[in-house]
């Protein structure tokens, strides 16, 4: 993937894994860009993305009892993160195409998102 001189290139995390992204568009809400790197950088990605689906625990967007949890915890627990310097903020991937590398991400909690098919019945 090139990158070229004139983007804004961050770094952001799953967890403790770094990766580069380069910024098209950001707001105090949204953050939408491409990962920056190599072929093995974009397979690592995936790698932990699958793994996550494949773990015997509960998904870290479940609750206990397998329901999704409410939107201010969901970002809480959100293995995502935006990396600057010594300082780390949550964010929520929303969408991510595996072949391009492009992928959004939500910066603060949303209310609504559209997920209420695995909400806990009121």
Same mark, same amino acid.
């Not at 909400?119 to 009121?122: A, E, G, K, Y």
């Given at each position: 993937?090139a990158?070229p001189?004139?983007?804004?290139?961050?770094?952001v995390?799953y967890r403790?894994h770094?990766f580069r992204?380069?910024?098209?568009?950001?707001?105090? /809400?949204?953050? &939408?860009?491409?990962?920056r790197?190599? !072929? +093995?950088?974009?397979?690592?990605i995936?790698a932990? %993305?699958?793994?996550?689906? /494949?773990?015997? &625990?509960q998904p870290w967007?479940?609750? !206990? +009892?397998?329901y999704?949890?409410?939107d201010?915890e %969901?970002?809480?627990?959100?293995?995502w993160?935006?990396?600057?310097?010594?300082?780390?903020?949550?964010?929520?991937q929303?969408?991510?195409?595996?072949?391009?590398g492009?992928?959004?991400?939500?910066?603060?909690?949303?209310?609504?998102?559209?997920?209420?098919?695995n909400?806990?019945?009121?």
């Open positions: 993937m990158n001189e004139h983007e804004e290139v961050i770094t995390a403790s770094q992204f380069a910024v098209q568009d950001q707001t105090k /809400e949204l953050l &939408r860009g491409c990962f790197g190599t !072929d +093995d950088e974009k397979a690592q995936l932990l %993305l699958e793994k996550e689906d /494949e773990d015997e &625990r967007y479940l609750d !206990d +009892d397998g999704r949890l409410d201010d %969901l970002f809480q627990m959100s293995p993160s935006i990396v600057d310097g010594e300082s780390c903020r949550k964010a929520v929303r969408t991510m195409d595996c072949d391009t492009e992928a959004w991400f939500c910066l603060t909690p949303w209310f609504l998102i559209g997920d209420e098919l909400r806990r019945p009121s």
